[in-house]
């Protein structure tokens, strides 16, 4: 038989803290509802919490910090060979906090992917909860998406909506936000991993989704 054809595709997340988004991925994996197997996660935090949900699992892990480094382009170099040494087919970035530079971007072309706290291309960078809750808009949300060059500027994969409620804090908003990415993140790697995601430019389908 050949095992490269029927091994199960390989997904490497990224995280630079708490790692919620990480669980969400590790708790479908052991419903059996995940099109693939957490290949190992990548952190530049060597204190990041994300770190212990890894160990509790099993699930191989490199610290590749950006001090360690001289260069951002020596980092990405870095980041780029932890990467590599676990074979990905998909790469999550789940709340890492460093942008990925061209090499990086062209070594994995396609093959990266983010979620952000918002509705894109509303509130993109850091505190998306705070900038939608100074805006006043009613609502917001989580978008999961295709990496660029930019940030958070990549090709929409798809989003969840999310109301924003009278009395709602910073945290209460995030919170609200989370439960809803960590079921567009799963639903959205599934997609990508089952052959069900289709790109046009920018325009991104979902295949029976
Ligand atoms: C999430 O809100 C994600 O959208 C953003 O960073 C946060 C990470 O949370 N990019 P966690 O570490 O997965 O709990």
């Keep these: 038989m050949d095992k490269e054809k029927h091994r199960k595709p390989r997904i490497v997340v990224l995280a ?10 590790i708790d479908a994996g052991k419903l059996g509802k995940l099109n693939g197997e957490i290949a190992g996660l990548i952190s530049d935090n060597p204190h990041a919490f994300v770190l212990k949900r890894a160990d509790k699992y099993g699930i191989p892990k490199i610290v590749v910090e950006r001090g360690a480094f001289i260069s951002d382009e020596d980092f990405q170099s870095g980041l780029i060979g932890a990467a590599k040494q676990f074979c990905p087919d998909l790469l999550v ?31 993109r960078g850091l505190n998306a909860q705070k900038q939608a809750l100074e805006y006043g808009v009613k609502y917001t949300g ?6 660029d060059e930019g940030m958070d500027t990549g090709s929409i994969i798809d989003q969840r909506v999310v109301p924003v409620l009278p009395g709602d804090t910073e945290e209460i ?20 991993l089952g052959g069900r995601v289709k790109r046009d430019g920018r325009k991104v389908t979902i295949i029976g989704g």
């Design 16 to 25: 630079s803290g708490r790692g919620s988004n990480f669980q969400s991925i």
């Design 93 to 123: 970035l789940a709340g890492f906090m460093r942008l990925l530079g061209k090499n990086f971007l062209n070594e994995f072309k396609d093959r990266i992917i983010n979620i952000h706290p918002s509705l894109l291309p509303a509130f």
């Design 142 to 147: 989580c978008t999961v998406h295709f990496i």
């Design 173 to 192: 908003l995030a919170s609200r936000i989370l439960r809803e990415e960590h079921v567009l993140l799963v639903e959205c790697i599934n997609a990508i």
